[in-house]
């Protein structure tokens, strides 16, 4: 009897060993997607996946996605910490229904999108998607170098119920919303939410360039040496309880509607001209 059992204790202890190695490496820190890829591939550099979505499943949180080659990557819905980030050509988030990129991450988690180029097809030949990113929760979000554009609601909808902040650096946010609603970047948090935007360029919207909506404590944006033209309505506006917006080093040109609207204040060193009208925000002594 000793002899039988021994062989099979060691077994047991190998299987034991195999199925928390094979559980362990089910997800990796970085994975990766291609235009000729296959979800149903691990996401290594060696075999991609073809998805945002097939990728993020096979992503530790805390992780990375990185793009191997320009492709059409597809929505996606974010519940954790991650990093996407695609420097190699097109990274295509086209959306013909629903929103580009859904944020819905726990409250610490910290999610960075970069080099993504988001088409939402208002005005196409199929249905529109409704934003290019929709943030519910997560503790902050970074858009870096991105291009959203056609989508009917919002480029961006920044709408947390806790402490949350948005930062959008070197993007171009164009043609989105409706001729009486939506627009380029909305911040509307029932919590506290912050957003500062910074080297972006807000054009072409169908509505409103940048709104604070006031719903909850705080609703406050920054904006710094940005462009904000040629919006159908009001260029910057700040409406509601907590809601507020502070420019510097902006331009805010050639709106259909105002340039600003609501709580509203300037460093006095913004370029406002050709609005309807040119609407001048009180100053402030800084950014805070």
Request: hydrophobic fraction near 40%.
């Amino acid at each position: 009897m000793r002899k039988t059992g021994l062989p099979l204790i060691l077994f047991g202890l190998v299987l034991g060993f195999s199925l928390h190695t094979t559980s362990a490496n089910a997800q990796a820190s970085r994975t990766w997607v291609s235009g000729v890829g296959d979800d149903v591939n691990p996401c290594s550099r060696t075999a991609p996946c073809k998805t945002f979505a097939g990728a993020i499943s096979k992503t530790l949180a805390g992780g990375e996605i990185n793009c191997l080659d320009p492709g059409g990557f597809g929505a996606v819905t974010i519940v954790k910490a991650m990093t996407i980030s695609c420097e190699m050509g097109t990274a295509g988030v086209l959306v013909a229904a629903g929103n580009g990129v859904n944020v819905s991450a726990g409250a610490n988690d910290a999610v960075y999108l970069k080099g993504l180029d988001f088409e939402g097809l208002n005005g196409g030949p199929s249905s529109p998607g409704l934003n290019g990113i929709l943030f519910n929760s997560g503790a902050s979000l970074t858009v870096d170098n991105c291009t959203i554009r056609d989508f009917s609601n919002f480029g961006i909808k920044f709408a947390p119920s806790t402490v949350a902040t948005l930062n959008v650096v070197n993007t171009r946010i164009s043609r989105n919303g409706t001729a009486s609603a939506g627009g380029g970047v909305q911040v509307a948090a029932t919590g506290f939410a912050r957003a500062l935007l910074s080297h972006t360029t807000i054009d072409k919207n169908n509505f409103v360039g940048v709104a604070a909506t006031g719903l909850g404590p705080t609703s406050s944006i920054q904006i710094f040496e940005t462009t904000i033209s040629h919006n159908s309505g009001i260029g910057v506006a700040a409406s509601g309880t907590g809601a507020s917006a502070k420019i510097a080093g902006s331009a805010i040109v050639g709106n259909g509607g105002a340039a600003t609207s609501g709580n509203v204040s300037s460093l006095l060193n913004n370029v406002i001209l050709d609005n309807s009208p040119d609407t001048t925000p009180p100053s402030t002594g800084g950014l805070h």
